[in-house]
């Protein structure tokens, strides 16, 4: 039978837009563009079904500084130029490569994950910390705070920006990973996968303040002692049970707040109704947190719908899940796709409010964990290493079910 989704993108190395003819080769020349260290993780879509403002359908992708010689870490994917089938798509620096220098700090330094609110608005997570899963011979650069960026999606404009204390994000530790919004309550929370203090950053916009819920079950372990983790036939297991939590998931209604590790199968929530009122201690958020048992694999990204079903990727079994809380054990989870090829580590989910969710899949595992074969093959011809995938959900964004909101020109 017919796969249930399309392969929109795929390239073996990323390639980006460059300003100037000889620029690339520059870079190269310099180091400042390795295309080895480059990899696409995030994404998002912005059009007129997501937002009224965003007049042309645009995707919105992210490659991690992980690693030095990324030119660019926030992109939006260049509209095919037609002609050539075999030139890869390009990468447009976004809003600019000069708004992305990695040698200063009030600069983007480095984009895990962005969510486009109905406004037209993108929030951008900049980790701050550079380098890290690769280090340089100067070594993991962690001379920049993390931050928040409100950027306008149809001028390109960053609005406004917020540094995150060091007592929220740990500046030489945190590795801020995905972000949901409560548009209502213009909130975002945000997964810190660092180290084995992984913890909820909860963002307030109106007041400018951020809070830090770490817990138990947001840490690697416990629970992830003994998660059996085997991707296309190599155990990674000891290599990634030390990563907490990763992918997270805002219910429709905006109450709760669902988490899992990048390293343990356990699913969790919270009251997001509690975690969101600053008032409220840990101690009473914490008593709130629910264990939904073992998923049938790890996810990399999740997202509800606003049908109030839950998808997550499944990196042992190159599969889509989705989910019904309540409805049934979260082991139970339905298989919606798979491919060994096409759904090889989804990294992150993306709405377009037609209808389907975006998914970005890069075999990151071949990256982040030498010494393990297989590793990343970038020589021209081969098997294609990251590709933006559309399945037909037959839902929209969480964020469209949230009260009094309304979700583009098309709501």
Not at 249 to 259: A, I, K, R, V, W
């Amino acid at each position: 039978p017919a796969a249930p989704y399309e392969v929109l993108h795929e390239w073996v190395q990323v390639e980006y837009e460059w300003e100037r003819i000889g620029d690339r080769e520059r870079a190269l020349a310099t180091g400042a563009f390795q295309p080895e260290n480059n990899m696409l993780c995030g994404i998002k879509v912005c059009g007129p079904a997501v937002a009224a403002r965003c007049a042309d359908e645009q995707i919105f992708v992210t490659v991690p500084r992980w690693a030095a010689g990324v030119p660019a870490t926030l992109n939006r994917v260049a509209r095919d130029p037609g002609g050539c089938a075999e030139s890869p798509t390009l990468l447009q620096p976004w809003p600019s490569m000069e708004a992305q220098t990695p040698d200063d700090c009030s600069k983007i330094q480095y984009v895990q994950s962005m969510e486009i609110d109905p406004d037209g608005v993108m929030w951008v997570v900049d980790v701050g910390r550079k380098y890290f899963m690769k280090p340089p011979e100067t070594g993991i650069d962690n001379k920049c705070p993390p931050k928040i960026l409100l950027i306008d999606v149809p001028s390109g404009e960053i609005q406004k920006t917020w540094i995150i204390p060091d007592h929220i994000a740990p500046y030489n530790a945190s590795f801020l990973n995905d972000i949901v919004l409560d548009v209502p309550h213009q909130v975002a929370y945000i997964s810190d996968a660092g180290g084995p203090n992984s913890a909820i950053v909860v963002f307030d916009r109106a007041a400018g303040t951020f809070r830090r819920f770490e817990h138990a079950s947001t840490r690697p372990f416990p629970g992830n002692s003994g998660a059996s983790i085997v991707i296309q036939g190599t155990d990674y297991s000891s290599s990634i049970n030390n990563i907490g939590t990763d992918a997270i998931g805002l219910t429709p209604d905006g109450n709760t707040l669902y988490y899992c590790h990048l390293g343990g199968l356990t699913m969790y929530s919270v009251n997001a109704t509690l975690l969101r009122d600053f008032g409220n201690a840990d101690s009473s958020v914490a008593s709130s947190v629910v264990n939904h048992g073992q998923m049938p694999s790890n996810p990399d990204g999740m997202s509800f719908g606003s049908d109030g079903k839950l998808f997550f990727g499944g990196l042992t079994r190159d599969a889509l899940f989705r989910w019904q809380p309540g409805a049934a054990p979260v082991a139970d989870a339905e298989e919606v796709a798979h491919s060994a090829a096409d759904l090889w580590w989804i990294d992150t989910l993306g709405w377009d409010n037609l209808g389907s969710l975006y998914m970005l899949s890069n075999r990151l595992n071949t990256f982040l964990f030498p010494p393990h074969p297989p590793q990343m093959n970038f020589t021209p011809g081969s098997a294609a290493n990251f590709r933006i995938v559309k399945f037909p959900a037959g839902t929209k964004s969480y964020m469209c079910a949230q009260e009094g909101v309304s979700c583009g020109s098309q709501a």
